[in-house]
C-alpha cells in the first residue's frame, strides 16, 4: 500500500515546527527518522494530512557538556552516538546501546528524539534513559519544560508529550567517575526489536554495591525501572545470591506481551537473564 495525500512540510526552525503543529493540530505529524512513522503511513494505520520534517532544524543535532550533564538533541542520530568520544567518556552505556539498535541503515536515520517519544516498549533508549536518570526537555507554544525520563511513559505508544510539544533536548547526568555499565539485549537477529533487554548503571566500593540503576526494555507495556531489584541490591555484596535477588525481582513486575518472539513466561525467564548479564558485565567494568 501507499499513504493517502498529505501536505509535506520542512521547517528550519523549532519555532516555525511549533506554529505548525498549532496551526494544524491532531491533523499533523512530525517526522524524526521515519522509521516507525512512514511504515504506518504505508499501512494507513496513520494517515496524518500534514507531515512536519524535523531533519531540517540544526539547532536539534548536537552532544555537549553542560556542567555535570550530558545534553542531546533531539534529532541527533544513533550513528552520531556511536560516533560521539564525548559519550565514550562520559556515557559508554548510551554508546554500547545505539550500536545494538537495528543496523547501519537505521542508525543513519534513526534519532534519539524519535526513539524516546514514540513511546514504544520495544525501543531501546526508554529503558536506558530511565537507568541513567535522564530528563527531556519539552517545547510548546508556552515555552519550555523539563519532564523526568520516570513517569514520561505512560503507556505504549503514549508519553507525557502534548500534542502541541516538541522533544527538543535530552539531558543525562554525567554517572561518578569508575561506574560500570551493560545494555544486555536479546533478539532473534540483526535488526530485530528486544525479546527483552536490561540496561545497567553500577557504583561499587569493594565487592559492595554503593548505588545500582536498571531499566528494562520490552517485557511490559512501557519500559521498566525495576527499583525492587537495585533495592534488593544496594548495600549489598555482589555475589551469586544478590544477582539472582536482583533477577528474580525484576521478573516479578514484567507483564510482557505474547507474540513470535516468545510465550509470556519465555519473555519474563529472558528479562531475569539480561539482567543477570547486564549485573556481571557491568560489575566488571566497574572501578572499585
Keep these: 500500500m501507499i499513504p493517502r495525500p498529505f501536505e509535506y512540510h520542512a521547517p528550519t526552525s523549532v519555532d516555525d515546527a511549533i506554529r505548525l503543529l498549532g496551526d494544524y493540530g491532531d491533523s499533523a505529524k512530525l517526522l524524526a527518522g521515519g522509521h516507525s512513522l512512514l511504515p504506518m503511513m504505508k499501512l494507513r494505520f496513520a494517515s496524518p494530512d500534514h507531515l512536519i520534517d524535523l531533519n531540517r532544524i540544526p539547532s536539534l543535532k548536537y552532544i555537549e557538556q553542560e556542567g555535570n550533564e550530558i545534553r542531546i538533541g533531539a534529532m541527533t542520530c544513533e550513528n552520531d552516538l556511536i560516533w560521539s568520544t564525548l559519550l565514550k567518556e562520559k556515557v559508554p552505556l548510551i554508546v554500547e546501546t545505539a550500536g545494538l539498535i537495528s543496523d547501519p541503515q537505521v542508525r543513519y536515520k534513526g534519532t534519539i528524539g524519535g526513539d524516546i517519544s514514540h513511546g514504544d516498549p520495544g525501543c531501546d533508549h526508554p529503558a536506558l534513559m530511565l537507568c541513567l536518570g535522564a530528563s ?25 508529550i502534548e500534542p502541541n510539544e516538541i522533544m527538543t533536548e535530552i539531558r543525562i547526568p554525567i554517572p561518578p567517575a569508575g561506574s560500570g555499565w551493560c545494555y544486555s539485549k536479546l533478539k532473534r537477529k540483526t535488526g530485530d526489536f528486544a525479546t527483552a533487554a536490561s540496561a545497567v548503571l553500577l557504583q561499587m566500593s569493594g565487592d559492595i554495591v554503593n548505588n545500582v540503576s536498571i531499566g528494562l526494555t520490552n517485557v511490559a507495556p512501557t519500559a521498566l525501572k525495576a527499583k525492587e531489584a537495585e533495592k534488593a541490591l544496594l548495600g549489598k555484596r555482589l555475589d551469586d545470591t544478590a544477582i539472582e535477588a536482583a533477577a528474580q525481582a525484576a521478573m516479578k513486575i514484567c507483564d510482557p506481551a505474547e507474540d513470535l518472539r516468545g510465550s509470556v513466561e519465555y519473555k519474563t525467564a529472558m528479562a531475569g537473564e539480561m539482567t543477570r548479564r547486564a549485573l556481571r558485565t557491568a560489575a566488571a567494568r566497574a572501578k572499585r
Excluded: I, K, Q
Aim: aromatic share 20%; no cysteine.
Design 136 to 160: 527531556f526537555v519539552l517545547r510548546g507554544p508556552n515555552g519550555e519544560r523539563v519532564v523526568p525520563a520516570d513517569g514520561y511513559f505512560l503507556g505504549t505508544y503514549y508519553t507525557a
